[in-house]
């Protein structure tokens, strides 16, 4: 199993990246997806969930109307695009995969709830 995440970087305020977060080793499709990221210092935050299907996506209220997740199934990819980035978007960002075992499965925003997990790619927001 492997969740391959990418695309940080050195961003000035207002700028924009694009996460990718390529899955290998377990069946995607089957999988709702979430981003989490971590600051220097602090613990993991939730930052955007998606479910199985694509339909429906949820985000922490500090990025809602900035950054906006989706997935292609076909190709077992996971993305975050995130807009008008600010310096408290500064911090390591990771993917990860929590099986769907109920048809209304909520998305978690518990990190132990997720059974894989990317190794992080890091988001610096500086001028």
């Known amino acids: 199993v492997q969740l391959q995440a990418s695309g940080g970087g050195l961003v000035q305020p207002g700028g924009s990246l694009r996460l990718s977060c390529a899955a290998s080793g377990f069946i995607f499709s089957s999988y709702d997806m979430s981003w989490f990221r971590q600051a220097p210092g602090k613990g993991p935050e939730w930052v955007s969930g998606?479910?199985?299907?694509?339909?429906?996506?949820t985000y922490t209220d500090s990025v809602k109307g900035r950054f906006t997740i989706s997935r292609d199934n076909a190709k077992n990819t996971l993305s975050l695009q995130m807009n008008s980035l600010k310096p408290e978007d500064t911090a390591a960002y990771y993917c990860?995969?929590?099986?769907?075992?109920?048809?209304?499965?909520?998305?978690?925003?518990?990190?132990?709830?997720?059974?894989?997990w990317g190794q992080g790619t890091q988001v610096t927001v500086s001028s």
């Open positions: 998606i479910n199985t299907g694509g339909r429906h996506t």
């Open positions: 990860a995969a929590r099986p769907r075992r109920a048809i209304f499965q909520e998305i978690s925003h518990q990190k132990d709830d997720y059974k894989y």
